[in-house]
């Protein structure tokens, strides 16, 4: 690891900080993941500074370039939380330092683990197995994991919007104009945030990116029934499972699975 690595606050960083933010106690007795679970961490992002330099360390060079071309020193603080403890969980699920992580993109774009060759004797899963997003918006984040089933989360902050309506016709699809419709002005802005969440998730799952239109599909709540449609294409033989999170007020998240059923685990909530 560089000496200069971490140096992203304009302050001295302390190697010996390294992995040290999140207790060790806490790391060991995270519990592995299973086929059937997804584990999901909701992250606070406004952290200390020593934490900051603590979690800088376990970036990759790639994101420590990312974080230094950053013009706001906000947006550079966040980055670095929601990356070094996505590295740092990342390396405790596959057993390796996280200077031995390695990752590539899917096509689309999606983020993934990249091949790396792991001790025989490890039990843990393949990094090809172990699937993973981020999602973050102000100071809060998500995190998911999951076993060989592909996941997406999305999280959104809400925001009065005088151009909602606007965004309606132009990104949702004809089912979700008419629900959106239905609704009273009050329920209108925390019901398109969460529309719009459920719909990015199982976006990011897939990868899609700007492959899929976001008025391609159907993906809103309607009372407490996700309401899920793809139009016929190859994705229709997959079995894919929405659901919202329960967020902080002020936010909405969502969760894409791809499987039939799944157990949602919070190991823990940083």
Request: aromatic content about 10%; overall charge negative; some cysteine.
């Amino acid at each position: 690891m560089p000496a200069s690595a971490p140096n992203l606050f304009m302050e001295e960083s302390v190697p010996g900080l390294s992995g040290i933010f999140l207790d060790n106690k806490l790391l060991n007795s995270m519990p592995p993941i299973l086929p059937d679970e997804v584990h999901l961490f909701h992250l606070d992002l406004d952290l200390p500074e020593s934490a900051l330099r603590a979690l800088a360390w376990n970036l990759t060079d790639e994101e420590r370039d990312r974080a230094r071309g950053m013009r706001f020193q906000v947006h550079r603080r966040r980055f670095v939380a929601a990356h070094g403890i996505l590295n740092l969980l990342l390396s405790r699920y596959l057993s390796i330092p996280t200077s031995r992580l390695r990752f590539a993109k899917a096509k689309g774009g999606k983020p993934m683990l990249g091949l790396q060759e792991l001790p025989f004797w490890q039990e843990t899963p393949r990094p090809q197995d172990l699937r993973f997003n981020l999602s973050h918006s102000g100071d809060k984040a998500l995190l998911a994991f999951a076993i060989g089933s592909d996941v997406g989360v999305d999280l959104e902050e809400e925001r009065e919007d005088p151009l909602l309506t606007s965004l309606v016709s132009q990104y949702f699809s004809r089912g979700e104009r008419d629900w959106f419709s239905t609704l009273e002005p009050e329920e209108r802005t925390p019901a398109f945030y969460q529309c719009w969440t459920l719909k990015e998730a199982y976006l990011k799952a897939v990868g899609a990116g700007l492959a899929e239109s976001l008025d391609s599909f159907d993906a809103y709540l309607r009372g407490e029934e996700v309401v899920f449609s793809l139009p016929e294409n190859p994705r229709r033989g997959c079995s894919w499972l929405l659901r919202p999170i329960m967020m902080p007020d002020g936010f909405k998240g969502a969760l894409a699975f791809q499987g039939k059923e799944f157990n949602l685990i919070f190991p823990h909530t940083f």
